[in-house]
């Protein structure tokens, strides 16, 4: 069983940063990719960003690449995403999820949520 729990959103304004964390509940972190993901009001849930299981590989959707840098502490069992620039177009609920092995495939683990406004 794999516990994901966010933290780290909040309101703030356009060209802002936001730093979300991922908090990891599991004995061999290590063994997990991770991904971002948001769902914004009334849109699907849509990806953002995943690492590889030892941080060397990351991926990121072109609505954010360049602003947003995912990253992980496998000592500590955290993923982070680093938000710069944000927009208003960034507001949504974002998400971490967890799957065991490789970082392409479907992500089976995920957390609640932790809302991040973008005021215009």
């Known amino acids: 069983q794999v516990q994901l729990v966010e933290s780290g959103g909040g309101l703030v304004q356009t060209g802002g940063s936001l730093r979300l964390s991922c908090a990891a509940s599991?004995?061999?972190?290590?063994?997990?990719?991770m991904a971002w993901f948001r769902q914004a009001p009334g849109k699907e849930r849509e990806f953002v960003a995943r690492?590889?299981?030892?941080?060397?590989?990351?991926y990121y959707a072109d609505s954010v690449k360049g602003r947003f840098t995912i990253s992980r502490d496998n000592a500590k069992n955290t993923v982070s995403l680093q938000m710069n620039s944000l927009k208003p177009e960034d507001t949504a609920v974002y998400y971490c999820?967890?799957?065991?092995?490789?970082?392409?495939?479907?992500?089976?683990?995920w957390g609640r949520g932790t809302q991040v406004t973008v005021s215009s």
């Open positions: 599991v004995r061999t972190f290590n063994n997990y990719a």
């Open positions: 690492i590889t299981p030892g941080g060397g590989s990351t």
């Open positions: 999820a967890a799957r065991l092995g490789p970082y392409y495939g479907d992500y089976p683990y």
